[in-house]
């Protein structure tokens, strides 16, 4: 069975922290994606990252970066000197090979306050 | 336009009410889907169509029905509902077959109160 745990319901920094947010995941598939989802108080997903299976090269995008870790199912995604307007609800996908189903976290909702 | 629109925005329905929503995408994509968003749950994939045909139906109550005319068109037919089906709901397209990233575009979702 697959499964994507995102433990922390609900974190709050102040602005400038850094902050990671955490994502475990469960999958018997060798061939698999992963995903980082926001979702801003307007309503829509926006896309961040996605990482397939066998490439583990950590990622780094501007105040964002991911660590993806295969020995510990880990997909974690760190904000660097976060900002009022991270504030959002993150969550983490995963989907396997040749399916078009995505599994969702239950999301981790990030307050940055000022 | 561009991405994925949805529409309406809200929308409040009696029990015995029937309405419909609606999704439109305008990236070319070949697949669309529909989610539905509770509080406190993971998000649950409804429907899913690939290339007009629906492929994926995960156990979705009889009172919701999807349609797709065309790759850009995307409707969820509701009637008959409970309050439990109170929900967010989110359409999303993306491009499947050979080369494509599988990543969803997903819409601005319909926030759906049944009384």
């Known amino acids: 069975a697959q499964k994507v745990t995102q433990a922390q319901t609900e974190i709050s920094v102040v602005e400038k922290e850094d902050v990671t947010l955490d994502c475990v995941y469960e999958?018997?598939?060798?061939?698999?994606?992963l995903f980082w989802y926001k979702q801003p108080p307007s309503g829509e997903l926006v896309f961040l990252i996605r990482r397939n299976s066998f490439d583990e090269q950590n990622e780094i995008s501007g105040r964002y970066s991911w660590n993806f870790q295969k020995s510990t199912s880990s997909f974690n995604f760190t904000i660097t000197a976060s900002q009022v307007v991270d504030s959002a609800v993150y969550f983490c996908?995963?989907?396997?090979?040749?399916?078009?189903?995505?599994?969702f976290g239950t999301g981790t909702r990030l307050k940055v306050l000022a | 336009e561009t991405g994925v629109t949805q529409t309406p925005r809200h929308l409040v329905m009696g029990m015995t009410n029937k309405k419909s929503l609606k999704c439109e995408q305008h990236?070319?994509?070949?697949?669309m889907y529909w989610y539905k968003q509770s509080a406190k749950k993971p998000l649950e994939l409804m429907f899913v169509?690939?290339?007009?045909?629906?492929?994926e139906n995960n156990s979705v109550p009889s009172r919701f029905s999807p349609e797709c005319p065309n790759s850009s068109h995307l409707f969820l037919h509701l009637h008959t509902l409970q309050p439990e089906d109170s929900a967010l709901y989110l359409c999303?397209?993306?491009?499947?077959?050979?080369?494509?990233?599988?990543?969803?575009?997903f819409g601005s979702g319909t926030r759906l109160t049944v009384v």
């Open positions: 999958t018997r598939d060798t061939t698999y994606y």
């Open positions: 996908a995963l989907r396997g090979s040749g399916t078009y189903k995505y599994i």
């Open positions: 990236l070319g994509h070949n697949a």
């Open positions: 999303a397209s993306s491009q499947v077959g050979q080369g494509a990233g599988y990543g969803y575009t």
């Open positions: 169509y690939s290339l007009e045909e629906r492929v």
